[in-house]
């Protein structure tokens, strides 16, 4: 009902800067909240960041001031403009939105994207 395509992760070196883009297709009417989580090797998933139709933000106190997440409403598309990168922002990195299909308010994930940081 709704997919999600990530894409820009990779491998930077530590300070370096990455862009992950998500975007959104499918039969739902509209979208609610995009955003980003993140899970490192043996850790629980995480909030990265979030970001709301109205534009209310919620981005987790170790990435503030270093990431930015930034939406295109008409394209369905979210971003995460990532810098000053450190190796504890290795992990893979998951795409979020609570979408309207229906009647139905419901989270969908993407497939992941590996972010990796090198020291």
């Known amino acids: 009902q709704v997919q999600l395509v990530e894409s820009g992760g990779g491998s930077v070196q530590s300070g370096g800067s990455l862009t992950l883009s998500c975007a959104a297709s499918g039969r739902f009417s509209s979208i609610n909240v995009m955003g980003w989580y993140r899970q490192a090797p043996g850790k629980q998933r995480e909030l990265v960041a979030t970001l709301t139709s109205r534009a209310s933000i919620n981005v987790a106190d170790s990435v503030k001031g270093r990431f930015t997440i930034s939406r295109d409403n008409a394209k369905n598309t979210v971003y995460l403009q990532m810098n000053s990168l450190k190796p504890e922002d290795t992990a893979v990195y998951y795409c979020?939105?609570?979408?309207?299909?229906?009647?139905?308010?419901?989270?969908?994930w993407g497939q992941g994207t590996q972010v990796t940081v090198s020291s």
């Open positions: 979020n939105a609570r979408a309207v299909v229906g009647l139905y308010e419901s989270p969908y």
